[in-house]
């Protein structure tokens, strides 16, 4: 069902469009949406910004607006849950730029950066530390004949003349991830290389030389469920000849210097402020066929520079595949090593004190360590923390900034301390909690410390010039919707959040950096000006365009929306979006509607009832968008809110159903007052865990005329270790997993269905057989149901034919079934398809 036989695609159907009853097959070309689907569709992105060191420069990168089904087509290696291709050792998913230009902050005219090679697919770009080059990797794909070679290549511009060239001409080896990080001197970069004495590829096994085993002899070891695993020996010699990386040092003039003794599975090399360390983490065998690389065995080791030689080894640490089920649940022994950015050489980890299981009763369940050059001491415990550690921003000796939170509680806090300590108080005893809060609750959300490169290239805390405050950036959730703010918090605690800019009706502002005397570039959209960028000054309201880009769209007439505000039955506040095509009219009845949505899961009524998003921003209808429909005649409710909530000892999931039908039949019965919506001829759709809550509305209730899920998982007991925010497994309450799995119904589902999926999904849990298995028990239930599998695509769809056909799927689907007057029955439909 899943084979891609020359090209074209392969769909299964039941009762509908022209294809016999029962189990159908069809192989069919792509097809193409309607035109004003497909303008939308091809529309550009607009240009992302990455600040230089001095704020006076921006790097403008220009994403790729479709990538195509050839791309998909390249060679492509899945194992230990990674995705890569064997031609460029670099990962198959990292979204790329298509082009690359310089603008001053000032104003005036960007300069495109030339000496580039053909077909630009631009990745990590990167400024030098003392902001005079720009860097960035080169995804060389090959030509005909092997020429140009494929790979990954690095290239450096001259931010004054806008040239680039290459540095020298290795390849780099992105299997792990990005693969080159600037030295502090801006002399060089410390890279990832593909080793030149690697030799040639494994080969196949031409036959099996034996059965392939996996044995667990009495450790308790659960796992979720994970893609692209490894499978076998030949497996692992695979991914373990194409991870392997060689540390170089890449000059920005000279030669490129190999580092001996530096070959290995890297997944982290990162130079110290200094320069005269790296920080080198790397994987190591024994491998797993049930987890991914994350969880392999690792070492952390510092090195020096110059030689290559590990000066201290800091960890070696054993798989990881004894970690509980349960969120905030982390690996035992060390994790999250960084340098402390605003030290020369100072190296900081994170270590469990709960043994990696957050459902122990301890004071302390994390604790943050440090240990100076020349490594030779004891580390140091700069923090104990009553919670799970999530981040840490350095800012200097008197200041860092820690993350904390708590998934059970939906518990946050941000602690600073002075990690130099104060006088002869040491450092894990200056700490103290300035910010306490619900991570659901963005209404009184602080936001984010702002960062910025420090002399090393290495972020730190953006404080204010006497050093009593961060800045701090944030959403601005409100009942208006969102008004993204900069802030100035107090680090030494007592004191309320001062908001020194924010954004205001009918703008919604994003601040993209904070620059000097407290202005802001922000990028700044309406609902009828597309995204440009701005210099606002805070005191006076000045506003100075940096960017001039037009409209994504053109002339072309776009839908228009109502931020709607209405209640559940129980009283609980939801919101949606409304949609409706340009020029529509009231006065001539309610349309044919679409339904879009996604569950999320509260602890408090009060979080789950709150406002996302903003009325004032510039349409942009991504790929997954429901909005497309617009263009075809249907209103849209996008984003309708669809909480499940779960308060006290009560879990979210425990009353699923009930809310989920409450939420849907609370938006089509208020789009319906409204005189927009026809409530008898409503679709509804999801993506995703949207999928699995459109399969739920269809197996519960009739008020649909047909469903649209895409990329689900239906049958639970297949993610028996828990699923989306669900902690309990299958063993623990297998009445809840049957009752939230809409394959336990597959006999109650009569409204028509269509099931559109990836069939490389590479999200953990949504698998490919998720949609087969659903169909079949469909099918076999008399349903109508159409069954789309997208070649080489995975959870999120990339290929412009995929998207494309996708599109036209949908569209056909509604028009047959949701746009006539009256039901349409699987023979007429599949008449007027005809």
């Not at 060389?140 to 140009?148: A, E, V």
């Not at 690697?198 to 044995?215: F, L, N, T, Y």
């Not at 107090?490 to 800019?501: D, L």
């Not at 839908?559 to 979006?577: E, F, I, M």
Request: charged share 20%; proline share 9%; aromatic share 8%.
């Amino acid at each position: 069902m899943r084979k891609l036989i020359g090209g074209v695609l392969v769909v299964a159907v039941v009762g509908c469009f022209g294809v016999r009853s029962g189990l159908g097959q069809a192989a069919i070309a792509y097809q193409h949406p309607p035109q004003a689907m497909e303008r939308l569709l091809e529309a550009p992105a607009t240009p992302v910004a990455v600040v230089s060191p001095d704020g006076k420069m921006l790097a403008m990168e220009q994403p790729e607006t479709l990538s195509t089904i050839a791309e998909l087509s390249e060679p492509r290696l899945r194992l230990a849950g990674l995705r890569f291709n064997p031609l460029t050792n670099g990962q198959t998913a990292v979204p790329y730029a298509t082009a690359l230009s310089l603008q001053a902050v000032s104003g005036g005219p960007a300069r495109r950066v030339m000496g580039t090679p053909q077909g630009l697919k631009i990745l990590y770009v990167k400024w030098s530390p003392d902001g005079h080059l720009l860097s960035f990797v080169q995804r060389q794909d090959g030509g005909p004949g092997g020429l140009p070679r494929a790979g990954l290549e690095l290239f450096v511009v001259d931010v004054k003349t806008a040239q680039a060239r290459r540095l020298g001409t290795m390849r780099l080896n992105g299997v792990l991830g990005d693969p080159c990080a600037w030295m502090p001197d801006s002399e060089g970069l410390l890279c990832r290389v593909v080793p030149a004495s690697r030799g040639a590829e494994p080969k196949h096994d031409a036959a099996p030389v034996g059965p392939d085993v996996s044995e667990n002899l009495g450790r308790v070891s659960p796992g979720r469920t994970y893609e692209d695993l490894l499978r076998n020996p030949e497996d692992e010699r695979f991914f373990e000849f194409y991870a392997t990386a060689q540390l170089a040092m890449v000059p920005v003039t000279g030669s490129v210097r190999l580092l001996a003794g530096t070959t290995g599975l890297i997944e982290q090399a990162q130079p110290s402020p200094d320069g005269r360390y790296a920080l080198v983490v790397e994987r190591h065998r024994p491998f797993s066929y049930a987890l991914p690389v994350d969880f392999f065995p690792l070492k952390a080791a510092v090195v020096d520079l110059p030689t290559g030689k590990v000066v201290k080894q800091l960890a070696d640490e054993p798989l990881a595949d004894s970690i509980p089920i349960a969120f905030d649940a982390v690996e035992p022994g060390p994790r999250s090593f960084g340098w402390r950015s605003d030290a020369p050489a100072t190296v900081a980890w994170v270590q469990a004190a709960d043994g990696g299981d957050p459902r122990k009763k301890v004071d302390v369940h994390d604790r943050l360590f440090a240990l100076t050059a020349p490594f030779t001491g004891e580390p140091e415990t700069l923090l104990e923390m009553p919670l799970r550690f999530v981040r840490v921003e350095w800012g200097n000796g008197h200041v860092a900034l820690v993350t904390e939170r708590e998934h059970a509680t939906r518990k946050r806090l941000l602690v600073a301390l002075a990690p130099a300590g104060s006088g002869t108080v040491p450092a894990a005893k200056t700490a103290k909690t300035i910010f306490e809060g619900s991570s659901e609750d963005r209404y009184h959300d602080p936001g984010v410390p702002v960062t910025v490169p420090n002399a090393s290239g290495l972020r730190t805390l953006q404080l204010t010039a006497d050093g009593t405050g961060v800045y701090m950036t944030g959403a601005g959730a409100s009942p208006e919707g969102d008004q993204p703010f900069v802030g100035i918090l107090p680090v030494a605690g007592g004191g309320a959040e001062k908001k020194i800019w924010q954004s205001k009706a009918p703008f919604y502002e994003e601040p993209i950096a904070v620059l000097g005397d407290d202005k802001v570039l922000a990028r700044r959209e309406s609902e009828t000006e597309p995204p440009n960028y701005f210099v606002v000054t805070p005191t006076s309201g000045a506003l100075v365009a940096v960017t001039h880009y037009p409209s994504p769209y053109g002339k072309m007439p776009l839908p228009t929306r109502t931020v709607l505000h209405y209640k559940r039955a129980d009283g609980l506040d939801l919101s949606a979006n409304l949609w409706v095509p340009a020029g529509f009219d009231k006065s001539k009845g309610p349309l044919p509607t679409l339904m879009e949505a996604y569950p999320a899961e509260f602890k408090t009524r009060a979080a789950a009832g709150q406002v996302e998003g903003s009325p004032y921003r510039y349409p942009r209808i991504g790929w997954g968008s429901p909005v497309f429909f617009t263009a075809t005649g249907y209103a849209v409710l996008e984003n309708a809110s669809i909480p499940i909530v779960g308060e006290g000892k009560q879990e979210p999931n425990d009353s699923y159903v009930q809310q989920l039908l409450a939420g849907a039949t609370a938006a089509v019965d208020y789009g319906a007052s409204l005189g927009v919506v026809d409530p008898k001829r409503v679709a509804v759709m999801g993506h995703s865990y949207g999928a699995f809550m459109t399969a739920n509305l269809l197996a519960h209730t009739n008020m649909f005329r047909a469903g649209i899920a895409r990329s689900g998982a239906y049958n639970r007991s297949l993610t028996p270790y828990g699923f989306q925010n669900e902690e309990r497994t299958y063993w623990q309450d297998p009445e809840l997993y049957y009752a939230m799995s809409p394959f336990s119904f597959a006999d109650k589902i009569k409204t028509p269905l269509l099931l559109i999926h990836g069939e490389a999904d590479d999200n953990d849990g949504t698998f490919p057989i998720q949609s087969e298995r659903f169909y079949v028990a469909l099918k076999g239930q008399g349903a109508t149901v159409r069954l789309v599998f997208l070649p080489l695509e995975a959870h999120h769809y990339m290929a412009h034919e995929s998207l494309d056909h996708m599109l036209w799927e949908m569209n056909r689907w509604l028009d047959t079934y949701v746009k006539p007057e009256q039901p349409v029955a699987g023979a007429e439909a599949a008449a007027a398809v005809r």
